[in-house]
Protein backbone atom coordinates (compact mmCIF):
# COMPACT_ATOMS: atom_id res chain seq x y z
CA UNK A 1 0.00 0.00 0.00
CA UNK A 2 1.15 3.35 -0.67
CA UNK A 3 1.50 6.41 1.71
CA UNK A 4 3.22 9.90 1.76
CA UNK A 5 4.25 10.00 5.58
CA UNK A 6 5.31 12.53 7.29
CA UNK A 7 7.90 11.79 10.31
CA UNK A 8 8.62 14.45 13.30
CA UNK A 9 11.53 14.15 15.46
CA UNK A 10 13.12 13.17 12.12
CA UNK A 11 16.57 14.29 13.55
CA UNK A 12 15.81 11.91 16.72
CA UNK A 13 16.79 8.52 17.38
CA UNK A 14 13.76 6.46 16.13
CA UNK A 15 12.85 8.95 13.54
CA UNK A 16 16.37 8.62 12.03
CA UNK A 17 15.80 4.75 12.02
CA UNK A 18 11.96 5.05 10.19
CA UNK A 19 13.22 7.00 7.85
CA UNK A 20 15.94 4.50 6.70
CA UNK A 21 12.86 1.45 6.97
CA UNK A 22 10.04 3.51 5.46
CA UNK A 23 12.54 3.93 2.11
CA UNK A 24 10.15 2.14 -0.36
CA UNK A 25 7.46 4.90 0.63
CA UNK A 26 7.37 8.84 0.09
CA UNK A 27 8.77 10.24 2.94
CA UNK A 28 9.01 13.90 4.65
CA UNK A 29 11.60 13.60 7.57
CA UNK A 30 11.77 16.66 9.46
CA UNK A 31 13.34 18.07 12.92
CA UNK A 32 12.82 21.12 14.99
CA UNK A 33 15.11 23.25 12.25
CA UNK A 34 11.79 22.39 9.71
CA UNK A 35 9.26 23.43 12.23
CA UNK A 36 8.88 24.30 15.68
CA UNK A 37 5.76 21.90 16.65
CA UNK A 38 4.97 24.40 20.17
CA UNK A 39 3.64 26.51 17.45
CA UNK A 40 0.53 26.08 16.15
CA UNK A 41 1.05 28.20 12.62
CA UNK A 42 4.34 26.10 12.27
CA UNK A 43 2.72 22.46 12.68
CA UNK A 44 -0.20 23.09 11.06
CA UNK A 45 2.05 24.65 8.01
CA UNK A 46 4.19 21.40 8.32
CA UNK A 47 1.47 19.07 7.98
CA UNK A 48 -0.52 20.64 5.08
CA UNK A 49 2.49 21.40 2.94
CA UNK A 50 3.47 17.64 3.82
CA UNK A 51 0.47 16.55 2.17
CA UNK A 52 1.25 13.48 3.67
CA UNK A 53 -1.43 10.67 4.19
CA UNK A 54 0.03 9.62 7.54
CA UNK A 55 1.71 11.63 10.25
CA UNK A 56 4.16 9.65 11.98
CA UNK A 57 4.81 11.93 15.41
CA UNK A 58 8.11 11.27 17.08
CA UNK A 59 9.05 14.42 18.38
CA UNK A 60 9.10 14.78 22.25
CA UNK A 61 10.67 15.98 25.46
CA UNK A 62 12.71 13.16 26.25
CA UNK A 63 15.60 14.05 28.81
CA UNK A 64 12.77 12.43 31.44
CA UNK A 65 15.29 13.92 34.56
CA UNK A 66 14.90 17.39 33.02
CA UNK A 67 11.65 17.07 31.95
CA UNK A 68 11.14 17.81 36.31
CA UNK A 69 12.74 20.56 36.08
CA UNK A 70 11.67 22.02 32.87
CA UNK A 71 8.53 21.44 33.28
CA UNK A 72 6.35 24.46 31.34
CA UNK A 73 8.64 22.77 28.16
CA UNK A 74 7.95 19.65 28.63
CA UNK A 75 4.21 20.65 28.90
CA UNK A 76 4.53 22.80 25.56
CA UNK A 77 6.58 20.26 23.80
CA UNK A 78 4.90 16.69 24.69
CA UNK A 79 1.46 17.58 25.27
CA UNK A 80 0.46 20.62 23.06
CA UNK A 81 2.50 20.36 20.36
CA UNK A 82 0.94 16.85 20.00
CA UNK A 83 -2.26 18.78 20.13
CA UNK A 84 -1.29 20.83 17.22
CA UNK A 85 0.07 18.05 15.08
CA UNK A 86 -3.13 16.01 15.80
CA UNK A 87 -5.33 19.10 15.09
CA UNK A 88 -3.30 19.35 11.84
CA UNK A 89 -3.15 16.42 11.20
CA UNK A 90 -7.16 15.35 11.25
CA UNK A 91 -7.69 18.88 8.87
CA UNK A 92 -5.31 17.61 6.39
CA UNK A 93 -7.29 14.06 6.47
CA UNK A 94 -4.29 12.45 7.54
CA UNK A 95 -3.92 9.32 10.04
CA UNK A 96 -2.06 9.85 12.94
CA UNK A 97 0.57 7.40 14.44
CA UNK A 98 1.46 9.07 17.49
CA UNK A 99 4.59 7.55 19.90
CA UNK A 100 4.25 7.42 23.45
CA UNK A 101 6.15 5.54 25.96
CA UNK A 102 5.66 2.97 29.32
CA UNK A 103 6.02 6.05 31.81
CA UNK A 104 2.21 6.53 31.54
CA UNK A 105 1.62 3.61 33.64
CA UNK A 106 2.83 3.81 37.67
CA UNK A 107 4.81 0.63 37.09
CA UNK A 108 4.05 -0.82 40.18
CA UNK A 109 1.72 -3.93 38.44
CA UNK A 110 3.16 -7.11 38.94
CA UNK A 111 2.35 -8.31 35.56
CA UNK A 112 3.15 -6.52 32.19
CA UNK A 113 0.63 -3.55 31.13
CA UNK A 114 -1.50 -4.16 28.14
CA UNK A 115 -3.30 -1.05 26.59
CA UNK A 116 -6.72 -1.15 28.49
CA UNK A 117 -4.54 -1.26 31.44
CA UNK A 118 -5.26 1.85 33.69
CA UNK A 119 -2.89 5.09 33.94
CA UNK A 120 -0.78 6.67 36.49
CA UNK A 121 2.22 8.69 35.40
CA UNK A 122 4.54 9.17 38.05
CA UNK A 123 6.94 11.80 36.26
CA UNK A 124 6.18 14.97 34.64
CA UNK A 125 7.44 13.14 31.62
CA UNK A 126 4.96 9.99 31.95
CA UNK A 127 2.43 12.79 32.56
CA UNK A 128 2.97 15.08 30.02
CA UNK A 129 3.01 12.01 27.32
CA UNK A 130 -0.13 10.67 28.72
CA UNK A 131 -1.76 13.93 27.80
CA UNK A 132 -0.11 13.90 24.54
CA UNK A 133 -2.24 10.68 23.77
CA UNK A 134 -5.28 12.30 25.33
CA UNK A 135 -5.10 14.93 22.77
CA UNK A 136 -4.36 12.50 20.06
CA UNK A 137 -7.81 10.64 21.12
CA UNK A 138 -9.53 14.21 21.72
CA UNK A 139 -8.57 15.76 18.31
CA UNK A 140 -8.21 13.09 15.87
CA UNK A 141 -10.36 10.05 15.13
CA UNK A 142 -8.03 8.49 12.83
CA UNK A 143 -5.21 8.17 15.52
CA UNK A 144 -3.19 5.22 16.58
CA UNK A 145 -1.28 5.76 19.45
CA UNK A 146 1.89 3.66 19.81
CA UNK A 147 3.78 2.82 23.20
CA UNK A 148 7.13 1.60 23.06
CA UNK A 149 9.85 1.42 26.00
CA UNK A 150 13.80 0.83 26.40
CA UNK A 151 14.63 2.11 22.96
CA UNK A 152 18.08 2.34 21.41
CA UNK A 153 19.26 2.93 17.78
CA UNK A 154 21.76 3.74 15.69
CA UNK A 155 23.95 6.79 16.84
CA UNK A 156 21.74 6.55 20.63
CA UNK A 157 22.45 8.02 22.91
CA UNK A 158 21.09 4.63 24.77
CA UNK A 159 21.88 2.71 27.40
CA UNK A 160 23.38 0.01 24.68
CA UNK A 161 25.74 2.93 24.11
CA UNK A 162 27.01 3.96 27.31
CA UNK A 163 27.38 0.26 28.39
CA UNK A 164 29.57 -0.30 25.40
CA UNK A 165 31.91 2.50 26.09
CA UNK A 166 31.97 1.85 30.10
CA UNK A 167 32.54 -1.73 29.41
CA UNK A 168 35.29 -1.08 27.85
CA UNK A 169 37.04 0.66 30.49
CA UNK A 170 39.12 -0.27 33.38
CA UNK A 171 37.72 0.93 36.65
CA UNK A 172 35.83 -0.19 39.74
CA UNK A 173 33.16 -2.88 39.56
CA UNK A 174 29.60 -1.15 37.22
CA UNK A 175 26.56 -1.06 39.54
CA UNK A 176 23.19 -1.40 37.65
CA UNK A 177 20.08 -1.49 38.70
CA UNK A 178 18.90 -5.12 39.06
CA UNK A 179 14.86 -4.42 40.36
CA UNK A 180 13.21 -2.31 37.29
CA UNK A 181 11.85 -4.88 34.58
CA UNK A 182 11.36 -3.47 31.15
CA UNK A 183 11.51 -4.83 27.23
CA UNK A 184 14.99 -3.38 25.43
CA UNK A 185 13.38 -2.25 22.29
CA UNK A 186 15.67 -1.23 18.86
CA UNK A 187 14.31 1.28 16.68
CA UNK A 188 14.99 -1.14 14.00
CA UNK A 189 12.86 -3.48 15.45
CA UNK A 190 10.03 -0.77 16.44
CA UNK A 191 9.86 0.69 12.89
CA UNK A 192 9.51 -2.37 10.74
CA UNK A 193 6.45 -3.07 13.08
CA UNK A 194 5.64 0.76 11.99
CA UNK A 195 6.21 -0.17 8.71
CA UNK A 196 3.83 -3.29 9.02
CA UNK A 197 1.06 -1.21 10.90
CA UNK A 198 0.92 1.62 8.21
CA UNK A 199 -1.24 -1.20 6.16
CA UNK A 200 -3.77 -1.99 8.75
CA UNK A 201 -6.12 0.70 9.62
CA UNK A 202 -6.38 -0.10 13.23
CA UNK A 203 -7.37 2.71 15.48
CA UNK A 204 -7.13 3.26 19.46
CA UNK A 205 -3.90 2.05 21.19
CA UNK A 206 -1.33 -0.47 20.24
CA UNK A 207 1.97 -1.68 22.40
CA UNK A 208 5.23 -2.32 20.67
CA UNK A 209 8.07 -3.16 22.38
CA UNK A 210 10.51 -6.60 22.23
CA UNK A 211 9.40 -9.38 23.55
CA UNK A 212 10.65 -11.09 26.37
CA UNK A 213 11.67 -9.29 29.26
CA UNK A 214 15.06 -8.60 31.75
CA UNK A 215 16.77 -5.84 34.31
CA UNK A 216 18.64 -2.84 33.37
CA UNK A 217 21.58 -5.79 35.08
CA UNK A 218 20.06 -8.39 32.46
CA UNK A 219 20.18 -6.33 29.57
CA UNK A 220 23.60 -4.50 30.47
CA UNK A 221 25.25 -8.41 31.04
CA UNK A 222 24.21 -9.22 27.72
CA UNK A 223 25.86 -6.14 25.96
CA UNK A 224 29.03 -7.15 28.21
CA UNK A 225 28.98 -10.79 26.54
CA UNK A 226 28.31 -9.87 23.31
CA UNK A 227 31.64 -7.71 23.26
CA UNK A 228 33.68 -9.79 25.26
CA UNK A 229 34.32 -7.46 28.51
CA UNK A 230 35.68 -8.13 31.57
CA UNK A 231 35.16 -5.59 33.30
CA UNK A 232 32.87 -6.66 36.86
CA UNK A 233 28.95 -5.80 36.65
CA UNK A 234 27.57 -5.28 40.12
CA UNK A 235 23.71 -5.56 40.41
CA UNK A 236 22.05 -2.56 42.51
CA UNK A 237 18.73 -1.63 43.37
CA UNK A 238 16.94 1.80 42.29
CA UNK A 239 17.42 3.24 46.08
CA UNK A 240 21.26 3.26 44.94
CA UNK A 241 20.94 5.76 42.23
CA UNK A 242 17.72 8.01 43.26
CA UNK A 243 17.14 10.25 40.29
CA UNK A 244 15.16 13.58 40.14
CA UNK A 245 12.26 11.13 38.35
CA UNK A 246 11.49 8.04 39.59
CA UNK A 247 11.93 5.29 37.19
CA UNK A 248 9.35 2.59 37.01
CA UNK A 249 9.91 -0.62 38.27
CA UNK A 250 7.77 -2.54 35.94
CA UNK A 251 8.01 -0.83 32.70
CA UNK A 252 7.12 -3.87 30.61
CA UNK A 253 4.38 -3.61 28.18
CA UNK A 254 2.11 -6.51 26.77
CA UNK A 255 1.15 -6.67 23.41
CA UNK A 256 -1.94 -7.92 23.41
CA UNK A 257 -3.63 -5.54 20.37
CA UNK A 258 -0.45 -7.15 18.34
CA UNK A 259 -1.81 -10.55 18.94
CA UNK A 260 -5.50 -9.68 18.87
CA UNK A 261 -5.35 -8.17 15.28
CA UNK A 262 -2.92 -11.41 14.25
CA UNK A 263 0.30 -9.34 13.37
CA UNK A 264 2.89 -10.81 13.57
CA UNK A 265 5.15 -10.60 17.25
CA UNK A 266 7.98 -8.21 17.81
CA UNK A 267 11.09 -9.67 17.82
CA UNK A 268 12.90 -10.58 21.01
CA UNK A 269 15.08 -8.23 22.88
CA UNK A 270 18.23 -10.71 22.25
CA UNK A 271 17.23 -11.34 19.22
CA UNK A 272 16.71 -7.31 18.19
CA UNK A 273 20.03 -6.62 20.37
CA UNK A 274 22.45 -9.45 18.40
CA UNK A 275 21.29 -7.74 15.73
CA UNK A 276 22.21 -4.54 16.57
CA UNK A 277 25.86 -4.90 17.99
CA UNK A 278 26.54 -7.69 15.00
CA UNK A 279 25.47 -4.67 12.43
CA UNK A 280 28.45 -2.14 14.55
CA UNK A 281 30.73 -4.76 14.25
N1 LIG B 1 14.10 6.89 23.85
C1 LIG B 1 13.33 6.01 24.51
O1 LIG B 1 13.81 5.13 25.26
C2 LIG B 1 11.84 6.07 24.35
C3 LIG B 1 11.06 5.13 25.05
C4 LIG B 1 9.66 5.18 24.90
C5 LIG B 1 9.08 6.11 24.06
N2 LIG B 1 9.87 7.02 23.41
C6 LIG B 1 9.20 8.00 22.55
O2 LIG B 1 9.68 7.77 21.23
C7 LIG B 1 9.73 9.00 20.51
C8 LIG B 1 11.11 9.16 19.89
O3 LIG B 1 12.09 9.19 20.91
P1 LIG B 1 13.63 9.46 20.57
O4 LIG B 1 14.41 8.83 21.67
O5 LIG B 1 13.90 9.11 19.13
O6 LIG B 1 13.69 11.04 20.75
P2 LIG B 1 14.94 12.02 20.56
O7 LIG B 1 16.11 11.29 19.97
O8 LIG B 1 15.13 12.74 21.86
O9 LIG B 1 14.42 13.05 19.46
C9 LIG B 1 13.50 14.03 19.76
C10 LIG B 1 13.05 14.68 18.48
O10 LIG B 1 12.12 15.71 18.80
C11 LIG B 1 12.43 16.85 18.00
N3 LIG B 1 11.99 18.09 18.63
C12 LIG B 1 12.37 18.59 19.82
N4 LIG B 1 11.80 19.79 20.02
C13 LIG B 1 11.05 20.07 18.92
C14 LIG B 1 10.24 21.16 18.51
N5 LIG B 1 10.06 22.25 19.29
N6 LIG B 1 9.63 21.10 17.31
C15 LIG B 1 9.81 20.02 16.50
N7 LIG B 1 10.55 18.96 16.83
C16 LIG B 1 11.18 18.98 18.03
C17 LIG B 1 13.94 16.81 17.89
O11 LIG B 1 14.33 17.62 16.79
P3 LIG B 1 15.82 18.32 16.72
O12 LIG B 1 16.80 17.24 17.10
O13 LIG B 1 15.92 18.70 15.28
O14 LIG B 1 15.81 19.45 17.68
C18 LIG B 1 14.19 15.32 17.67
O15 LIG B 1 14.06 15.00 16.32
C19 LIG B 1 9.32 10.08 21.50
O16 LIG B 1 7.97 10.37 21.33
C20 LIG B 1 9.54 9.44 22.86
O17 LIG B 1 8.70 9.99 23.85
C21 LIG B 1 11.22 7.01 23.54
Redesign the pocket.
Known amino acids: MSHRVLI?????????TLARVFSDLEVVS?????????LES?ARRLVKESRATVVL???????VDLCETERERAF???AL?TEYVARAARDSGARLI??????VFAGTLDRPYHEWDACGPNTV?GFT?RL?EEAAQRECNNHLIV???????EEG??FVHTMSKLGAEDGAPLRVVRDQLGNP?S?LALARHLRRVLDVPVKGTMHLSCEGETSWFGFARAIFEHHGFKRVLEPCTTADFPRPAPRPANSRLDKRVLRLLGLPPMPTWQDALAEFLGSRG
Not at 57 to 63: D, E, P, R, V
Not at 147 to 153: D, F, K, P, S, V
Open positions: TGGTGMLGRVGSKDADLTQHSAAMTAQLNATISTDYYKARTAWLYGPSTT
